[in-house]
């Protein structure tokens, strides 16, 4: 079965500047799908960025951009100058390509505080 | 910009009782997800649906957890006899196929009393 790490349980970073966080996942399956979810105070899950495994290029959004590093079955999210609307609960997600309609597995999650 | 909606936002029971948790999913979305997260912990799958069936489900989901579409529109997550451990935040997601993104609702906050 495929385990998501984030070994981070909180970060913090002041407003303006940037911050990294980071996920690796354990899977023997070539092709999958990666995600960032963000859960603000709300409790709210909001899709942040998604990255397919076939493709090399790391995505992008606006501010947020990740590092998927395929052999090292890593995949972390770097947010650029942090607002504060961005304090929240950030987990990684793995989602097979392979069978029908499967499940995200989730990471335990990062809690991330923008500092003033 | 369409929207994935749960109700009630939040629920209170007694233990013992049945609930039922309703989602009403994005209008061409067709493949639907309950999850689950205990407050403080991982979001954890519960169960998958597509074409009034069970695609997936975990060990979570035993014999009190029962999924239906009742109407062509709500997605409805029942449990039968509700626990104390029954209680977290329980999602609802929806995806156009199964390679999509997943989009979540706001959640519903069950408590078990």
């Known amino acids: 079965a495929q385990t998501v790490t984030q070994s981070q349980p909180e970060m913090s970073v002041q407003e303006a500047e940037t911050v990294t966080l980071s996920c690796t996942y354990d899977?023997?399956?070539?092709?999958?799908?990666l995600f960032w979810y963000k859960q603000p105070p709300s409790r709210q899950m909001i899709l942040v960025i998604r990255q397919e495994a076939y493709k090399q290029q790391n995505a992008t959004e606006n501010r947020f951009s990740v590092n998927f590093q395929k052999a090292a079955k890593s995949f972390s999210l770097k947010i650029s100058d942090s607002q504060l609307g961005d304090a929240a609960m950030y987990f990684c997600?793995?989602?097979?390509?392979?069978?029908?309609?499967?499940?995200?597995?989730f990471g335990k999650g990062t809690r991330l505080s923008v500092i003033a | 910009e369409p929207e994935v909606t749960q109700t009630p936002s939040h629920q209170v029971t007694q233990m013992g009782q049945e609930v039922i948790l309703r989602c009403v999913p994005i209008?061409?979305?067709?493949?639907f997800y309950w999850y689950r997260q205990i407050l403080g912990q991982k979001v954890e799958f519960l169960v998958s649906f597509y074409n009034n069936e069970i695609s997936e489900k975990s060990e979570i989901f035993d014999d009190q957890f029962s999924v239906e579409r009742p109407d062509g529109s709500n997605f409805t997550l029942k449990i039968r006899s509700t626990k104390l451990e029954d209680s977290a935040m329980y999602f609802c997601?929806?995806?156009?196929?199964?390679?999509?993104?997943?989009?979540f609702g706001p959640g519903t906050r069950l408590t078990v009393l």
């Open positions: 997600a793995y989602r097979s390509a392979y069978s029908g309609n499967t499940p995200l597995v």
């Open positions: 997601a929806t995806s156009t196929d199964p390679t999509d993104t997943q989009y």
């Open positions: 899977t023997s399956e070539s092709d999958y799908y």
């Open positions: 209008s061409n979305h067709l493949y």
